[in-house]
């Protein structure tokens, strides 16, 4: 009776037990670690190849954000207030905080780190999105938007219509959406 009453609190402890460094609640620190480590890379000086097998981590990122959001959310602005950070931090970084927050000191750190973005390290339609999202809530997304006239290859896949947007079309889409939601005075 006694040998098995051990085995069995033997048992319940080693199921006690964490199994995993994820099994605890993040800290700040090791939040802002798991951030930086998932964007330690370029990927334009990855293969189609690399790139498809880095992009699991990157939704696995999110997917911790979402479980604990408090601690990411720090962690993340201070990631996106770091100097000299990578260019795809920035630009995903900064556009998950804006998806993520509706806090106004978010939506200022999210805009200043996209603005660091040269447009060469991210897909161009979830930007097009998020410039989107803002000029459609009457955030002055002008500034961000006429980057893309520096990117004749820019292009963004509007996935409802079927509609590929090239590289002059995407500002004037743009240009719509701000006449619709903050009209020019005079203009109607």
């Given at each position: 009776m006694r040998?098995?009453?051990?085995?069995?609190?033997?048992?319940?402890?080693?199921l006690s037990l964490p199994t995993s460094a994820h099994?605890?609640?993040?800290?700040?620190?090791?939040a802002l670690r798991d951030i930086q480590n998932t964007y330690n890379f370029d990927p334009s000086k990855l293969s189609f190849?690399?790139?498809?097998?880095?992009?699991?981590?990157?939704?696995?990122?999110?997917?911790?954000?979402?479980?604990?959001?408090?601690?990411?959310?720090d962690a993340l602005r201070t990631a996106l207030k770091t100097p000299g950070a990578r260019e795809l931090l920035y630009c995903d970084g900064g556009m998950q905080l804006l998806a993520k927050s509706k806090l106004p000191k978010d939506l200022n750190l999210g805009l200043q780190s996209i603005s660091k973005c040269s447009l060469a390290e991210i897909e161009h339609t979830p930007y097009f999105y998020t410039m989107h999202a803002l000029a459609s809530r009457g955030i002055d997304?002008?500034?961000?938007?006429?980057?893309?006239?520096?990117?004749?290859?820019?292009?963004a896949y509007i996935v409802p219509h079927a509609l590929n947007l090239g590289w002059?079309?995407?500002?004037?889409?743009?240009?719509?959406?701000?006449?619709?939601?903050?009209?020019?005075?005079g203009s109607r």
């Open positions: 040998q098995t009453f051990c085995r069995f609190f033997s048992i319940f402890c080693l099994a605890q609640e993040p800290t700040a620190a090791t190849e690399e790139q498809a097998k880095r992009a699991p981590t990157l939704s696995a990122l999110w997917d911790r954000y979402d479980k604990t959001s408090d601690v990411y959310r997304t002008l500034d961000l938007q006429f980057r893309i006239l520096a990117k004749p290859k820019f292009s002059r079309l995407d500002v004037i889409y743009w240009f719509l959406t701000a006449l619709v939601t903050r009209p020019i005075s």
